[in-house]
């Protein structure tokens, strides 16, 4: 039997650590794996490559609204299908770390720490999962009578993460620097110690993700983990439940996330 992963980037760390490991529990219990990517083709051409591929079932791991969420499970109907990136409250299965808890955890590391000239390096628009933690960090922000010291966005990518902050030396700048994922926050550390500056004692960085190497940073990167190994491991076990009908499994809640608290923050 196969399974099928839509998949965001694979150029992107998390995506392909979740593929890695989507890969291995579906081959432990003897299934096959197909993966679509979907990059600018957009996530219904990704999903109509994996059904003509005539899988048993899907995992899309590629940022959707509610409405497009929607629109894909219709599309794959009646094949199991699980949800990888979606919002907490999407109208479809889902499997996934809840963005809310993990962005609170981030901010109020920083706040417990004393920081209040908070700089926001966001993920791209186009992710649920990026405006969630965005919405989060203001909110959070807000409820401490706070405002953002300036905030920047990236595409996720490390390259973006070094721009964005090179945009933030030539002013004032803030004590701590919040960023929506670790490759970019690996951006930000280099744009950092090109400009001279001590991390953490003149400023801190906090990632999201904890992706393999986030503890082999130069410091070890203080970030929100999302377990991706388990991740990876739930999902093909939900998936595979699913479609033995053995039982019907429990609707999954929101993973929590984990605070990794290493050495780029004070
Ligand atoms: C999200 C990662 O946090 C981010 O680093 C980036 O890789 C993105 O995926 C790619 O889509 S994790 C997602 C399941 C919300």
Redesign the pocket.
């Known amino acids: 039997r196969t399974l099928g992963l839509a998949t965001?980037?694979l150029a992107?760390?998390?995506?392909a650590q979740?593929a890695s490991a989507i890969q291995q529990r579906a081959t432990a219990l003897g299934y096959r794996l197909v993966i679509a990517m979907s990059g600018a083709k957009g996530a219904d051409v990704a999903v109509q490559e994996l059904l003509a591929q005539r899988v048993d079932a899907l995992l899309v791991?590629?940022?959707l609204d509610n409405a497009s969420a929607s629109h894909i499970a219709a599309l794959t109907r009646p094949l199991p299908g699980l949800f990888?990136?979606v919002p907490d409250d999407a109208p479809v299965p889902a499997c996934?770390?809840s963005?809310e808890t993990g962005a609170r955890q981030g901010i109020e590391h920083l706040l417990a720490l004393g920081h209040r000239e908070i700089a926001l390096l966001n993920?791209p628009k186009a992710?649920?999962?990026?405006a969630s933690r965005h919405q989060t960090w203001l909110r959070v922000l807000a409820e401490n009578q706070l405002t953002p010291h300036r905030e920047l966005t990236g595409d996720?990518s490390a390259e973006s993460g070094y721009q964005a902050t090179l945009s933030l030396l030539g002013s004032a700048l803030p004590t701590a620097l919040l960023v929506?994922?670790?490759?970019?926050a690996l951006g930000a550390l280099r744009a950092l110690h090109q400009a001279g500056l001590q991390i953490p004692a003149e400023i801190s960085v906090v990632g999201?993700?904890d992706?393999a190497e986030s503890a082999w940073y130069q410091p070890p990167l203080t970030t929100v983990r999302?377990d991706i190994k388990q991740l990876g491991e739930r999902s093909v076990d939900w998936l595979v439940q699913t479609l033995n009908e053995e039982q019907s499994p429990a609707l999954m809640r929101p993973f929590a996330t984990r605070l990794m608290i290493r050495e780029t923050t004070a």
């Open positions: 965001s980037d992107l760390l998390a995506p979740m791991n590629l940022p990888l990136d996934q770390y963005a993920g992710s649920v999962a990026a996720w929506a994922n670790d490759q970019m999201y993700d992706t999302q």
